[in-house]
T-cell receptor, first 115, second 115 residues
């Protein structure tokens, strides 16, 4: 079992729709969760972070966390073609996974928003 | 404010040669991290500096890899001798002081190709 699992996609949504990206993690000790966006050949860019159960909204983005189910999601409302990228879910390690400071990444989900 | 910078952006070397990658973190960031993404795999943690001290080097693959951060500013990652499996993108990230919950900002990466 991978430490952080994401569907590789591609996830194809029409412009203006809601894109839903999902991530599960195995380390029950993890407390901090991040979503990064990566355009091809570029560096990962932070979109959202979430520490508490529930929803966190920032503009068109909403992160959702359920620690009991070890599940994190990212919703993108009113999707735009410029949102087309790979979205990386990252979990901050805990003592269980061998370190508090390292990010553990999923393989990423490719999102394609078509006009 | 300048972001994390890395040099070179690309490096092509032959097996057995030595390569040194450089990372300049965001000014004032005490934490510096090295990550690597090999073809088709997730981004993986290599090591973490706090100022000039190695806090966690559990992700370093073997003793052919040497990371330094003299003076607590920029960092270098040397691979000697390089092997074919070292090919990939090497990312550097930095964050402010704190324990784990601080957001890590990534540089553009160095694409290393070992022939």
């Amino acid at each position: 079992q991978k430490e952080v699992e994401q569907n590789s996609g591609p996830l194809s949504v029409p412009e203006g729709a809601i894109a839903s990206l999902n991530c599960t993690y195995s380390d029950r000790g993890s407390q901090s969760f991040f979503w990064y966006r990566q355009y091809s050949g570029k560096s990962p860019e932070l979109i959202m972070f979430i520490y508490s159960n529930g929803d966190k909204e920032d503009g068109r983005f909403t992160a959702q966390l359920n620690k009991a189910s070890q599940y994190v999601s990212l919703l993108i409302r009113d999707s735009q073609p410029s949102d087309s990228a790979t979205y990386l879910c990252a979990v901050l390690g805990s003592e269980i996974s061998g370190g508090y400071n390292k990010l553990i990444f999923g393989a990423g989900t490719r999102l394609a928003v078509h006009p | 404010e300048a972001g994390v910078t890395q040099f070179p952006s690309h490096s092509v070397i032959e097996k057995g040669q030595t390569v040194t990658l450089r990372c300049d973190p965001i000014s004032g960031h005490d934490n510096l991290y090295w990550y690597r993404r090999v073809m088709g795999k997730e981004i993986k943690f290599l090591l973490h500096f706090v100022k000039e001290s190695k806090q966690d080097e559990s992700g370093m693959p073997n003793n052919r890899f040497l990371a330094e951060r003299t003076g607590g500013t920029y960092s270098t990652l040397k691979v000697q001798p390089a092997e074919l499996e070292d090919s990939g993108v090497y990312f550097c990230a930095s964050s402010q002081e704190g324990q784990g919950t601080d957001t890590q900002y990534f540089g553009p990466g160095t694409r290393l190709t070992v022939l």
